[in-house]
């Protein structure tokens, strides 16, 4: 039953898609400046139709309604509403479904909110974006359908894996979906920009809400990812270099090279055809990056159970839409000149663009480089954190000094008044990075070099704010909230991988161990049986030894039922300045628990700057057009 | 459309991409068991599924002339049906062994799909998380794989066995 339903609405969307394509194409041809309003009205009916489609797939998860295979494979009575909900999009089909959702609810929302731009330039933009569509749909259908039915109906599914059984991971998926395939719509626009001419500053005014939006979300769910790690994975860490997080990261670097370089294109009147090619690039990353997850080339803990023909028929759209966008884009380009001071504002935009470009290079060649030398050769090689951090790392020094003097460099041409001002926050820096060193202990000179720029940064974020205080220009706040939230970052993790510790130990129950600060008692264990799990809880009291201080940590081991899984759960606890985290596991056939104790300091700060990256963005989304 | 020497590189760059991609995807990944027949069986050690303490391992497997491992699950209904031929092959073969190994199933129902339908297993393994299941490229069961006293793979089975597959053993090991 709800297999036919959804389906059918598929269907439809599917054919109000070709319609939309069709009498689109005949309303570019006349003369009218205004958009026929069957469009908008076809438009409408074709995202209430996806969104009911997705509803009704929510219905089957809730229900239990095992008669459609991919709730059997991926639901249980037992599991919890809210992570049934969530299981929806925690596989394959359902998060293509989800994709679709997405394409689609932009469309419609671009078709509307530009109601301001040319007729041609949306036009087009609703074109292509239902190509977009119609491709994605042609893969729901034909390969991952989420709707089709079982017989004989199962009594009971498979259930969700358990570590995906996790607030963070359950919000995840839809943020970074939200920030992936939202970039499909100036992918869209930009194609559109190419061929109906509607270029220069209001197609940067067209598409800059759209960038901020995939942007910030791309920002949180990569942020959530990363908090999900941290607190489920039982690692201690946050960031792996996860090919699949790496993934993650490809668009990222574009989608924020886009960001600021199309403030150039709204001054500036200039780099047009750079603000195009980062249109295209971020959402041929974005599928890219689904082609290399979804297809199982890369094996990490995001892999979806692989199915061959899937790669074939992304790799198939993929290489359509690199190249229609490679010829359209060639067909279309003129060569433009750039003639920027060096001491202006559009350079140290340019500026982090480089950067970026960069960035985007080292981890795309650090995450293919394995698949390519495994083609070519059959050799098989990982390329791990080693890599990422030697070649990262000492670019992030120049590229935060930069970050920090950039905004405060007028348009064109400036003068050279900031340059007393650097010397005295860099002196600053470095005395207080000399105090850190000298209190807390001692690091190598690449670190010092981190610290140094950083707290620059954020130090001159300072000045922003103050700045900011006496004259309240809002278009500013965004920007130095997102930029010292940087600063911060950089600081905390650098803080945090200086400080931390770690101690690995096998412990029977009664056992005392004692580390450099910590008195580690190993209590008791017990049993505790919950809705869809059974846990093995250890009560563990640790005592500062410096100041006497007791806590108690319980980690535990828990034993799910639907699939039969054991996870591992970390008991942590955080105060301001640092984390307690200690994890345990069961050694087999005997009475002994590996036990792994971390402090590491700030661990909280790590998130919070972090998070405020991404609020700069959703700040920016606040402020009203006239404030602009 | 002018052709320069920059957009040549740019769109071979993109073709030679694209053309390691489609050949990736062919890319022998952990779970392929194209190569298993002929291979040796390692590390296999099983823990007895009403029974924890009690194992089997390679050794014991050395002692059968021939070893059946199979797969299954109380979940899985095409296990129901290639059961009879699990049965006939256990009262009617002596130089063959079989161990079932419980895929991904509840302790309770594994037993109980047993206690219906008869016991062809001489050992019945547990593998609640489907780890021993890799070391065979198991992805969908039931599947089975016949060794034999050398612990060489000599057979695979993908899918329930049935008539055919059921003579096709009863050759292999005459």
Known sequence: MLSNIGIGLVVLVLVLSFFIIYIASLNLRTSRQTIKKSIYNLSLVQTTFI?????????????????????????????????????????????????????????????????????????????????????????????????????????????????????????????????????????????????????????????????????????????????????????????????????????????????????????????????????????????????????????????????????????LFLSLMIFSALIIFYLNYKKETYNFNLKSRETFILANNWFMAFFLVTVLIGMLYPIFLDVLTNIKISVGPPYFNIVIIPLIVPF?????????????????????????????AIIINLLIFYFFGKYSFLSNLIFIAAIFLILYSFLDIKKFINNKNKTELPRIIAHLGFGLLVFFIGINHQFSLEEDFNLKVGEIKRTNNYEINFENIKVRESKNYKAVIGNFKLTNIKNDLIQYLNPEIRIYSNPETLTYEADIKTKITSDLYLTMSNVSRSDYYNIKFQNKPFMIWIWISALMIALGGFMRLTLKKNED | MKISISKIIIISFVIFFLFVFWQGLKINNNYDTKNLIGQKISNFRLAEINNNKQYISEEDLKKNKYTLINFFASWCAPCRAEHKYLLNLSNKKKEIKIVGINFKDKKKNATDFLKELGNPYNFVGQDSEGKISILFGIYGIPESVLIDSDLIVIKKIVGPIDQIQYDGILKLIQ
């Open chain 1, 51 to 315: 969104i009911l489609s997705f509803f009704t797939l929510i219905i089957g998860f809730i229900n239990s309604d095992f008669s459609l295979i991919n709730v059997y494979e991926n639901s249980h009575t037992t599991k919890p509403f809210f992570y049934k909900i969530a299981g929806t999009w925690g596989n394959h089909e359902g998060s293509l479904l989800l994709w679709i959702n997405i394409l689609v609810v932009f469309s419609y929302l671009f078709l509307v909110f530009n109601h301001d731009h040319d007729k041609k330039f949306r036009l087009y933009t609703l074109i292509f974006q239902n190509i977009l569509i119609l491709g994605f749909l042609f893969f729901l259908l034909l390969n991952s359908n989420p709707f089709n039915s079982i017989y004989p109906i199962p009594l009971e599914g498979l259930g969700l894996n358990p570590i995906l059984q996790d607030p963070a991971l359950a919000i995840h998926p839809p943020l970074l979906y939200v920030g992936f395939v939202g970039c499909s719509i100036y992918f869209s626009a930009a194609i559109a920009s190419l061929l109906s001419g509607y270029g220069g500053k209001l197609f940067a005014q067209s598409i800059k809400t759209w960038v901020i939006i995939s942007w910030s979300f791309q920002t949180l769910g990569i942020i959530v990812g990363s908090i999900w790690a941290y607190y489920e994975l039982g690692w201690g860490g946050f960031w792996f270099w996860d090919p699949v997080e790496n993934a993650s990261l490809l668009p990222w670097f574009a989608i924020t090279a886009l960001l600021h370089s199309l403030i150039v294109l709204e001054k500036r009147n200039t780099l047009y055809y750079w603000v195009i090619i980062l249109c295209l690039s971020t959402f041929t990353l974005s599928v890219t990056g689904t082609f290399l997850v979804r297809s199982g080339i890369l094996n990490s803990v995001h892999t979806f159970a692989s199915d061959p023909s899937r790669g074939i028929y992304i790799l």
């Open chain 1, 400 to 428: 935060m000094f930069l970050m920090a003097i950039g905004p405060r460099v007028s348009w064109i041409k400036s003068q050279n008044k900031i340059f007393y001002k650097i010397s005295l926050l860099i002196l600053g």
